[in-house]
């Protein structure tokens, strides 16, 4: 048993924050919460206390959509649309992941930056190359974060360099999900099923990474919708689709298993309602829409139709690892959709958008963005004393971290209440 006393913020509803300042968190040997209190019971009185003071402690962040292979690309290539940008820049970097050591390199950073930005659970996109994905979830093994790792499947309109048969993805995925429920630490490495996007998958390899997610139960990321010219592309080449999710959903890859499709930027009409139906989860990159010029999804609506909604820095479409960022970028793309609508599409809130960031996210891993009681302990301490020079309130002091800090405020992260250190850059 742990006992933390800090200011505590968190989001149980999407509605408000619940704020309890110099409270007591308790976290059992687990690593699950216990509860939060105001006043420690009296139970407790006689167990040690980890005190931060008047520091603040937070849900850790969960980035549910980023390519690990794009890292070095990050903040760079920003000069063309969706399908040139991939073409141009992220397929020939993706097709260096052929090399174990260059993976390793560039993965054991990504890793770390994962970790110093607070993000402690994240779906992550590998490439085709199994060696390669094997020693990304093994970088999230021993840093002790959480993690869903997709070797990606790609077998058509790729460089040759960047395609695999349905055969060896279907084989890499089973070699995956054998090697993790050995070594997984109860789940919190897992395999995640990963067409590319419709593009870049063939009837044949659709069918297989649907049926196998169904057999080995296994959740599915994807792309949907993202880019007009992608749309109409997939129009072409799946002419019997009603839409671009059906085209998903014809496979078993929409949301028959639990699903995460990246940005939904025109995602409307039957699309909707097929999302809806399915519980599928529209991952939101407001940084990469901006980015790659892509559009704005329809952030409100999603969520007044039910429809779970989760945020992801998509690097390196995103150009920044940092959750917080990209919750500026959630908001702020939320105010133009406002002004854009007439105030038809009411913007999202600071503590909507902490709540995609924590809670909302946070389901895709289990109990996970909150400190309700039986929640796994995901946890950042925010040393916050530099931008906090007057009196603001907690509320305020959080709003500030969002908007104006970083890493450097992130004084100690907590994953499955394992307080972690800094992971190894090789
Ligand atoms: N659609 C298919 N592949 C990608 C990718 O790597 N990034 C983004 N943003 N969209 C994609
Ligand atoms: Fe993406």
């Not at 549910?64 to 969706?82: F, K, T, V, W």
């Not at 460089?159 to 999900?177: C, K, M, Q, W």
């Not at 009681?373 to 301490?381: M, R, T």
């Amino acid at each position: 048993m742990k006992i933390y006393r800090a200011n505590l913020i968190d989001t149980p509803t999407k509605d408000a924050f619940r704020i309890i300042e110099h409270g007591y968190l308790v976290v059992d040997d687990q690593g699950r919460v216990v509860g939060v209190y105001d006043q420690l019971p009296a139970e407790y009185t006689n167990q040690p206390v980890t005190d931060y003071g008047d520091k603040l402690l937070i849900p850790a962040f969960n980035d549910l959509h980023l390519h690990a292979p794009q890292y070095r690309n990050s903040g760079i290539a920003m000069d063309l649309e969706l399908l040139p940008w991939l073409n141009t820049y992220t397929f020939p970097e993706e097709s260096k992941f052929s090399d174990t050591h260059y993976a390793q390199r560039v993965y054991s950073r990504f890793v770390h930056d994962l970790w110093k930005n607070g993000t402690m659970r994240s779906a992550v996109f590998a490439t085709i190359h199994p060696d390669a994905t094997r020693i990304l979830a093994d970088l999230f093994l021993k840093a002790g974060m959480g993690a869903m790792v997709g070797q990606v499947g790609m077998d058509r309109n790729g460089p040759e360099t960047l395609s695999n048969t349905t055969e060896e993805i279907v084989a890499g995925v089973r070699d995956l999900y054998a090697y993790l429920l050995k070594n997984g630490q109860d789940g919190l490495v897992r395999p995640i099923v990963t067409p590319r996007f419709v593009p870049s998958c063939t009837e044949g390899m659709m069918q297989a990474l649907g049926d196998l997610a169904k057999e080995l139960n296994l959740p599915v990321q994807s792309h949907l919708s993202e880019n007009r010219g992608e749309i109409t592309w997939v129009k072409e080449l799946e002419p019997q689709s009603t839409c671009y999710g059906d085209a998903y959903n014809h496979y078993g890859l929409f949301g028959q298993q639990p699903t995460l499709m990246a940005h939904c930027c025109y995602t409307d009409g039957e699309e909707m309602e097929l999302m809806k139906r399915n519980q599928v989860v529209v991952v939101h990159c407001p940084t990469s829409n901006c980015n790659l010029a892509s559009g704005m999804a329809p952030i409100r609506m999603f969520m007044n139709e039910g429809i779970p909604v989760a945020i992801g820095s998509d690097i390196s479409g995103g150009h920044d690892l940092s959750i917080p960022h990209v919750m500026q970028y959630v908001i702020q793309v939320s105010k133009l959709q406002y002004a854009r609508t007439q105030g038809q599409l009411q913007f999202l809130s600071l503590n909507e958008a902490f709540y995609l960031a924590t809670k909302a996210g946070g389901a895709f891993f289990g109990k996970v963005g909150s400190f309700e009681p039986g929640y796994e302990f995901d946890a950042l301490v925010i040393d916050d004393a530099d931008l906090n020079y007057d009196n603001y309130t907690l509320q305020q002091r959080l709003e500030r971290f969002v908007y104006l800090g970083d890493d450097r405020q992130i004084k100690v992260r907590f994953c499955r209440g394992k307080e972690l250190c800094e992971p190894v850059v090789y």
